[in-house]
Nanobody, 119 residues
């Protein structure tokens, strides 16, 4: 059973930066897609950014130019560098990873890490 472990959340002032990291472990050797979602109180979970195994990146419009996603395919890790943070970035951030098992796609999630942007 694969697992994802996130780290790096915390409290930061508006305009500050945080770096989230996520490491996958278990029997899966590679993930065709890795990414980050977030869920703010009272809101639905939304995609923040994702990156394919080839390095193609996608970002939510709300974070473009401020967040950068990166991954290490050999280590099966994915990071999210968050700059110029705003109060509206406050949420629980979840790492996600997608892999193939035979012909079936699978996705699994980490437990989440809290990011709070407040003065």
């Amino acid at each position: 059973q694969p697992q994802l472990v996130e780290s790096g959340g915390g409290l930061v002032q508006p305009g500050g930066s945080l770096r989230l990291s996520c490491a996958a472990s278990g029997s899966i050797s590679s993930f065709y897609l890795m990414g980050w979602y977030r869920q703010a109180p009272g809101k639905q979970r939304e995609s923040v950014a994702n990156i394919t195994i080839l390095g193609n990146r996608n970002y939510a419009d709300s974070v473009k130019g401020r967040f950068t996603i990166s991954r290490d395919n050999a280590l099966n890790t994915v990071d999210l560098q968050m700059n110029s943070l705003k109060p509206e970035d406050t949420a629980v951030y979840y790492c996600s990873a997608n892999y193939w098992s035979g012909t079936a796609p699978h996705e699994f999630w980490g437990q989440g890490t809290q990011v709070t942007v407040s003065s």
